[in-house]
C-alpha cells in the first residue's frame, strides 16, 4: 500500500516535445506529492509539488495534473529542451502537516530530449 | 551557499570495514533523512531524525546506526561494510518556515565496497 508505481520507466522526445511521467498510488493516506529531477552525479532536486486540494499546478514549464479519484499523478513538460534531460522521480508523503514524514518515491523514469 | 552538504562524496572500502558519512544543513530544518539509492536508481528512505530524536526507522540492518549530535548534522556510521552496501547515500532536510514538508536532498556519498 505504501508503493508509487511510476511510467515509462524512460522517454525519448525531441526538443520543443511535451513529455508526460505517469505515476499511481495506493495509500489514500498521501498528502503531499513532490516530483524530483536528478542529474547524473547529483542529488535531486525539488522540482514541483501538489496537495490532493488542487487538480493542477504549473511552474514555468512544469506542471502537475492530480486527479485524486483515479488516485494518479503525473508530469507535464512544455517546450522540452536537452536540458531537462534527466530521470525524474515522482513521491508521495504521509504524516499530515508536520514538518517529517517519509517519501515513497516511484522507480523512476529517465527522460531524454534530442535536440 | 551550499544548503545540504555531505562528506565524503565517493568512499571505496573493503569488505568488513567501518564507515561513516556525514552530513550538514544550513537551512535552519528540523528534520533530517537518510536516503539509499541502489543501482538501479531506486530511492528508499532508511532514517529520519527529528530534532535529534530518531522518528523514522526503516528496516535497515542494524549495522547501520545514524547519529544526529545536534539539528544541522546527521552521520551515518556503517559497521563490518557487505558488497550489498554498495550504493549513493543521499541525506535530505526539511521543516523550513514556508514549506514545512519539502525535502532537500544533498549532493550524495557513492560508497562502493569491494
Known amino acids: 500500500q505504501q508503493q508509487v508505481k511510476q511510467s515509462p520507466q524512460s522517454l525519448i522526445v525531441q526538443k520543443g516535445g511535451i513529455p508526460i511521467i505517469n505515476c499511481a498510488y495506493e495509500?489514500?493516506?498521501?498528502?503531499?506529492f513532490p516530483w524530483y529531477q536528478q542529474f547524473p552525479g547529483k542529488g535531486p532536486a525539488l522540482l514541483i509539488a501538489?496537495?490532493?486540494?488542487?487538480s493542477e499546478k504549473k511552474e514555468g514549464r512544469f506542471t502537475i495534473s492530480f486527479n485524486k479519484s483515479a488516485k494518479q499523478f503525473s508530469l507535464h513538460i512544455m517546450d522540452s529542451q536537452p536540458g531537462d534531460s534527466a530521470t525524474y522521480f515522482c513521491?508521495?508523503?504521509?504524516?499530515?502537516?508536520?514538518?517529517?514524514?517519509?517519501?515513497?518515491f516511484g522507480q523512476g523514469t529517465i527522460l531524454t530530449v534530442h535536440p | 551557499d551550499t544548503a545540504v552538504s555531505q562528506t565524503p562524496k565517493y568512499l571505496v572500502t573493503q569488505m568488513g570495514n567501518d564507515k561513516s558519512i556525514k552530513c550538514e544543513q544550513n537551512?535552519?530544518?528540523?528534520?533530517m533523512y537518510w536516503y539509499k539509492q541502489d543501482s538501479k536508481k531506486f530511492l528508499k528512505i532508511m532514517f529520519s531524525?527529528?530534532?535529534?530524536?530518531?522518528?523514522i526507522n526503516e528496516t535497515v540492518p542494524n549495522r547501520f546506526s545514524p547519529k544526529s549530535p545536534d539539528k544541522a548534522h546527521l552521520n551515518l556510521h556503517i559497521n563490518s561494510l557487505e558488497l550489498g552496501d554498495s550504493a549513493v547515500y543521499f541525506c535530505?532536510?526539511?521543516?523550513?518556515?514556508?514549506?514545512?514538508?519539502?525535502?532537500?536532498f544533498g549532493p550524495g556519498t557513492r560508497l562502493t565496497v569491494t
Open positions: 535530505a532536510s526539511s521543516g523550513g518556515r514556508e514549506v514545512r514538508y519539502e525535502q532537500y
Open positions: 495509500n489514500t493516506a498521501f498528502d503531499y
Open positions: 501538489i496537495r490532493p486540494d488542487v
Open positions: 513521491a508521495a508523503k504521509a504524516g499530515g502537516g508536520t514538518s517529517y514524514g517519509k517519501l515513497t
Open positions: 537551512l535552519g530544518h528540523d528534520t
Open positions: 531524525y527529528n530534532n535529534k530524536e530518531l522518528i
